[in-house]
């Protein structure tokens, strides 16, 4: 059903390296209609940002780009006629370019299953009609995960989180990874959004090898210092959230700290799933991939 390489039991189980902070879904102009910066002005953006890798990922059109400051990844944002955006990040540059020649969406997934690429199905919660209702999103095989937070949707018709339909497929067994990205078109929306990915070191082939695995956890704007699950506990450690959450059975709370750190026994719980979701200052929110019962 997904091509990532994941230890669902325990995506955060390598605990070697450092977090790496990521976005991979970007526009530029005039690549992107949408997009309002050049390339070069949104690299140096991110930079500034502190960002370590990025993904460009205009409509349909692979930009390239190199900056020996940041990490960059090839990408592209595929979209229909029908509302389905997807993005597909490589290693191999042909991957990308043999999307962007597909014309169907199923046939697209169909292609990227026999390829090493990273498929993420983006803005779930935009309201773009028919945009990913989630009986579609169960219905569909062949992607590694969904965006749970877009930056952009927050000044957009929709919601910006689409945790509700990533639980949806997360209590009937589908195992996908949870993204957030900045989706960013100019300026003022780049830093919105981030992933932060556990890896050895800032080559493309350890960040895309640790994302592929699950070990990165998804946020706007709230960090996470330590996840780890040692002898049946689970510990979430933060500098500074106000609340961590425990969250299963298709979004229902069942544990919840007002604390910057949350240990929670596994072997006291016979749910299919468990994530976390970390509040910080203000609206700032940070989630993890979630941990399946062997």
Same mark, same amino acid.
């Given at each position: ?8 039991? !325990?995506p955060?189980?390598? $605990?070697?390296? +450092? ?11 005039? @690549?992107? &209609? ?9 690299v ?18 692979h ?41 169907e969406?199923?046939v ?6 026999a390829?090493e ?11 773009l ?20 937070? !877009?930056g952009?949707?927050? $000044?957009?018709a +929709?919601y ?10 997360? @209590?009937? &067994?589908?195992?996908?990874l ?18 932060y990915?556990r890896c050895r ?48 059975d ?18 006291e ?8 979701t ?7 929110m ?9």
């Amino acid at each position: 059903m997904v091509s990532s390489n994941v230890n669902w039991e !325990n995506p955060y189980a390598d $605990r070697d390296g +450092g977090w790496l902070k990521g976005n991979l879904h970007t526009h530029t102009s005039p @690549a992107s &209609g949408c997009g309002q910066i050049s390339v070069g002005e949104c690299v140096e953006r991110y930079v500034e940002r502190g960002y370590d890798f990025l993904a460009i990922s205009d409509h349909c059109v692979h930009t390239r780009h190199s900056d020996k400051r940041i990490t960059l990844i090839d990408g592209v944002e595929w979209n229909d006629a029908e509302g389905h955006h997807t993005g597909v990040y490589s290693l191999n540059a042909g991957d990308v370019e043999s999307a962007i020649s597909v014309s169907e969406h199923d046939v697209l997934l169909n292609n990227l299953a026999a390829t090493e690429a990273l498929v993420v199905l983006n803005h779930p919660n935009w309201q773009l009609t028919p945009h990913y209702r989630r009986e579609e999103l169960l219905a569909k095989e062949h992607y590694d995960g969904i965006e749970i937070y !877009n930056g952009v949707i927050e $000044r957009l018709a +929709g919601y910006a989180i689409a945790t509700d339909k990533w639980d949806y497929l997360l @209590a009937r &067994g589908r195992r996908v990874l949870g993204f957030a990205t900045d989706d960013s078109h100019c300026d003022t929306d780049i830093g919105s959004a981030a992933i932060y990915v556990r890896c050895r070191s800032r080559s493309r082939k350890a960040i895309m090898s640790a994302i592929k695995a699950g070990n990165f956890y998804a946020s706007s704007g709230a960090v996470i210092d330590d996840i780890r699950f040692e002898d049946g506990i689970i510990e979430i450690e933060t500098p500074d959230a106000q609340q961590i959450e425990a969250r299963s059975d298709g979004g229902m709370r069942i544990a919840c700290v007002k604390d910057r750190v949350m240990r929670f026994d596994m072997r006291e719980t016979s749910r299919r799933y468990v994530r976390f979701t970390v509040y910080g200052e203000g609206s700032a929110m940070a989630w993890t991939q979630p941990f399946f019962e062997p």
